[in-house]
């Protein structure tokens, strides 16, 4: 099973949060690229070989970032040919305030996963319901199409250790789905 993680990030926060979603991976496979925008257009075979696709970006503005918006185009020169139909896909967002409009980039993500047919997965961690302590458990933010993480850019730490341990679980699970669906079609290609 390969799996890809495809991120944009001007000021290093949202690599943070696609190296923590990366370590989780590696508790399935040993085979995950981590790519920023830039190297995955350079290296677009590899996205095409990956059993699954993780997209990142920070929200800018309400939405993905520019550098974002021009990988999703770019892949436009081979759409039509519906290369990653039926590959996995799953995303995540950071920005610097709780809420910022982060669910518009998640939304942004899976309709663009959903436009190359992809299988989208979603964050899959429920969140505590203990009043006070919600955000330092995992999936602190309570969102459920795909992972959320918070960077306070005054913060030496840039992101909250309770995102970091979300990233991994959501990781992890992504690699457990995409696992599960790599296992499954190759048993109904063998029972062919
Ligand atoms: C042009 C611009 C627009 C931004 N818009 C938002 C926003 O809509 N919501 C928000 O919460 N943060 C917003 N931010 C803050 C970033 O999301 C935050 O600094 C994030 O950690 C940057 O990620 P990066 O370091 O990976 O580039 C914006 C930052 C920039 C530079």
Redesign the pocket.
């Known amino acids: 099973m390969t799996l890809a993680i495809v991120?944009?990030?001007?000021?290093?926060?949202?690599?943070?949060?696609a190296e923590a979603i990366f370590r989780g991976t590696q508790q399935l496979t040993k085979d995950t690229l981590l790519l920023s925008t830039c190297e995955a257009i350079a290296q677009i075979e590899q996205l095409h070989q990956a059993d699954g696709i993780i997209f990142g970006s920070?929200?800018?503005?309400?939405?993905v970032?520019a550098e974002f918006k021009k990988f999703m185009e770019f892949t436009g020169s081979f759409w039509y040919r519906q290369l990653w139909k039926d590959k996995i896909a799953a995303g995540f967002t950071?920005?610097?305030?709780?809420?910022?409009?982060?669910l518009h980039t998640l939304i942004q993500l899976s309709l663009f996963a959903a436009q190359h047919s992809m299988i989208w997965v979603s964050t899959g961690i429920l969140p505590v319901f203990t009043e006070g302590i919600q955000q330092t458990e995992p999936n602190g933010m309570a969102s459920y199409l795909g992972f959320m993480a918070?960077?306070d850019?005054s913060l030496k730490t840039?992101t909250p250790p309770a995102d970091l341990t979300t990233a991994f679980l959501f990781g992890k699970r992504v690699a457990q789905c995409t696992q599960q669906f790599v296992q499954t079609k190759s048993l109904s290609i063998q029972s062919k």
Do not use: A, E, M
């Open positions: 991120y944009h990030s001007n000021y290093g926060h949202t690599r943070l949060v920070p929200t800018y503005f309400g939405s970032s950071n920005s610097s305030t709780t809420n910022g409009d982060k918070q960077s850019n840039l």
